[in-house]
């Protein structure tokens, strides 16, 4: 027995479960958006002690080669403090 007839058996519906997941991930992407990162496309985005252009460009959407065509980078070394144009 899968999960969704288990739960369906047991009065919930795997619809309803499914919405909820989906709705909380929406409320944690609406949180992630404040500050200087920015999710939109053809924003800015100041760099913090730790970050990496991996992660960065995962949260806002974009691919590391982009970030580094955009912003004129040859290596993956970025500095604290400096600002990154995000395709």
Do not use: C, E, F, Q
């Amino acid at each position: 027995m899968d999960y969704s007839s288990w739960r369906s058996s047991h009065g919930g519906s795997s619809s309803r479960s499914a919405s909820k997941k989906k709705s909380s991930s929406k409320s944690k992407s609406g949180a992630k958006s404040s500050g200087s990162k920015s999710s939109r496309k053809g924003g800015s985005y100041t760099i913090k002690s730790g970050d990496n252009l991996g992660a960065i460009a995962r949260r806002n959407g974009t691919t590391v080669a982009k970030l580094k065509a955009a912003n004129g980078l040859s290596s993956d070394k970025i500095r604290a403090g400096r600002t990154l144009k995000i395709p």
